[in-house]
């Protein structure tokens, strides 16, 4: 679900919050809070089951939707909200190490984006509990492996929302769908 800091007053709230301004001095001078940029306050949720559409999420980098708008990543943040526990029985986020570091090539071509679901030798398992707040680059490699758990035991929702500097590029009711939600489709999202 993207942008659902619009959508309801609870949401536009809580990314209004002023605390937030710790986690701004954090990413560095100059971040102010994407609300309308990216995809927004974006809330995903797993559940390992028969009929679940959304079980795990293949490698990517966040970034790769910079080269879609022709831009040249730039450093992003995405704070993560934890709505659920996150043991390693409900899968949850896999990520290598110092990735974000690389140059665009590798960017673009260390992995099938979206597509690639297997387990990297120097991936790192990433477990939280409820309330739990995760920071990470938009360049970094990541995925989100499936929960061995089935049912309300896989259930693992998580809201992220991007911290932006730079050039404002704000969306708006007549934004059309960006690209690689359609290579996302494609890949079977
Ligand atoms: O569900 C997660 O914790 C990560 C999801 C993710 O990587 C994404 O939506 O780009
Ligand atoms: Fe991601």
Do not use: C
């Not at 099938?112 to 790192?124: G, I, M, V």
Request: no cysteine; charged share 30%.
């Amino acid at each position: 679900m993207v942008f659902a800091s619009l959508f309801g007053e609870r949401l536009r709230a809580f990314v209004r919050d002023p605390r937030f301004g710790a986690v701004l001095d954090v990413a560095g001078p100059g971040y102010r809070i994407g609300e309308r940029e990216r995809d927004g306050l974006v809330i995903n949720h797993y559940r390992h089951e028969e009929g679940s559409t959304y079980q795990r999420l293949g490698w990517h980098t966040d970034s790769l939707r910079d080269l879609f708008y022709l831009e040249k990543p730039r450093r992003y943040l995405n704070v993560g909200f934890y709505l659920d526990d996150s043991p390693l029985s409900k899968g949850g986020v896999r990520l290598i190490p110092s990735s974000h570091r690389q140059g665009l090539f590798e960017m673009m071509t260390r992995k099938a984006y979206f597509l690639d679901h297997r387990p990297d030798p120097d991936e790192y398992a990433l477990e939280a509990a409820a309330g739990d707040l995760t920071i990470h680059d938009g360049r970094i490699w990541h995925r989100v492996a499936q929960a061995t758990a089935t049912g309300d035991a896989s259930q693992r929702r998580v809201m992220y929302l991007p911290l932006m500097s730079g050039p404002l590029k704000e969306k708006h009711e007549g934004s059309p769908t960006p690209l690689y939600f359609r290579l996302k489709r494609l890949a079977g999202y």
